[in-house]
Nanobody, 123 residues
Framework: VQLQACGGGLVQAGGSLRLSCTAS????????VGWFRQAPGKEREFVAS????????SSADSVKGRFTISRDNAKNTVYVQMNSLKPEDTAVYYC????WGIGAPVSYEYDYWGQGTQVTVSS
């Protein structure tokens, strides 16, 4: 599975962005997908995950109520809608897929990674 993340950019605090993660491969619909982010000088951290069907999602406390993860298996794409962005959301955002169909909040559980997309939130 090859993953391509896009949708990052520069936005003012309080603004919104939608990130997309598009995958190659016909079996993508059987994979759980997670989003992680890494700010300069910090560890990579979990943002949100979604099960293969989209029926189960999870998100970090820091983004709950602001970020929503969803997927369209017909388009081989997972989205994360990010609203009410804060300067502390600034990071490179990565999507990842795991062959087990349920998401996980730790990076080592994922088998495939996209290249990352930069999100910068100005105050």
């Amino acid at each position: 599975v090859q993953l391509q993340a896009c949708g990052g950019g520069l936005v003012q605090a309080g603004g919104s962005l939608r990130l997309s993660c598009t995958a190659s491969g016909r079996t993508f619909s059987t994979y759980a997908v997670g989003w992680f982010r890494q700010a300069p000088g910090k560890e990579r951290e979990f943002v949100a995950s979604i099960s293969w069907s989209g029926g189960s999602t999870s998100s970090a406390d820091s983004v709950k109520g602001r970020f929503t993860i969803s997927r369209d298996n017909a388009k081989n794409t997972v989205y994360v809608q990010m609203n009410s962005l804060k300067p502390e959301d600034t990071a490179v955002y990565y999507c990842a897929a795991r062959s087990w169909g349920i998401g996980a909040p730790v990076s080592y559980e994922y088998d495939y990674w996209g290249q990352g997309t930069q999100v910068t939130v100005s105050s």
